[in-house]
């Protein structure tokens, strides 16, 4: 079954770090860039970061520089996301999405989520 | 960063409606534009790509137009199953940016 899962989401304090892990299956996991987007409570969606296919290449949006770091693990068809100094802005549900070569694989498939909580 | 403008924010229309859904961006992206929809507490689906391709399996009443910096989505008659979000996704320059939403609900 072709399918991005989430995982490592939950209540987190302030300041501290949680890291988020998307499992892929069912497709060629090292020939896709793979992407994080969250969504706060009742607002919008917002891209945070993606990693190249081959984990040469990171591009960050701005509210995850300095503080996310994104990574990739090809033989465990795995990404990773290490967030640290966690803020309340920071609440959301955090989708994993992909991106192929052309537009007919271009955020295509998105995982079900995972909610991360930060709280004082 | 393009950012990428959402018209309109909401809407309420009836049964076999036809509506219309517009982004436009702040600088030309070419062809470089999804169409996702999204039910509460579920994630987005895509139903356009390439600005005007239709996903497979997605109902032939969805479909995209545009180029450049003006894109629309309509809905040729509406169904009582298309209530939710929906967004625009463009791709062409990192950041990656989404438009607003469209909240659509059904009268």
Not at chain 1, 40 to 66: C, F, M, N, R, T
Request: glycine fraction near 10%.
């Amino acid at each position: 079954q072709v399918q991005l899962v989430e995982s490592g989401g939950g209540v987190v304090q302030l300041g501290r770090s949680l890291r988020l892990s998307c499992t892929a299956s069912g497709f060629t996991f090292s020939t896709y860039a793979i992407h994080w987007v969250r969504q706060a409570p009742g607002k919008g969606l917002e891209w945070v970061v993606v990693i190249w296919y081959d984990g040469s290449h990171e591009q960050y949006g701005d509210s995850a520089k300095g503080r996310f770091t994104i990574s990739r693990d090809n033989s465990k068809n795995t990404v990773y996301l290490q967030m640290n100094s966690l803020r309340a802005e920071d609440t959301a549900v955090y989708y994993c999405t992909r991106s192929g070569r052309g537009p007919f694989d271009a955020f295509d498939m998105w995982g079900q989520g995972t909610m991360v909580s930060v709280s004082s | 960063d393009i950012q990428m403008t959402q018209s309109p924010s909401s809407l309420s229309a009836s049964i076999g409606d036809r509506v219309t859904i517009t982004c436009r961006a702040s600088q030309a992206i070419r062809n470089d534009l999804g169409w996702y929809q999204q039910k509460p507490g579920k994630a987005p689906k895509r139903l356009i790509y390439a600005a005007s391709s239709l996903q497979s399996g997605v109902p032939s009443r969805f479909s995209g137009s545009g180029s450049g910096t003006e894109f629309t989505l309509t809905i040729s008659s509406l169904q009582p199953e298309d209530f939710g979000s929906y967004y625009c996704l463009q791709h062409n320059n990192y950041p990656i940016t989404f438009g607003q939403g469209t909240r659509l609900e059904i009268k």
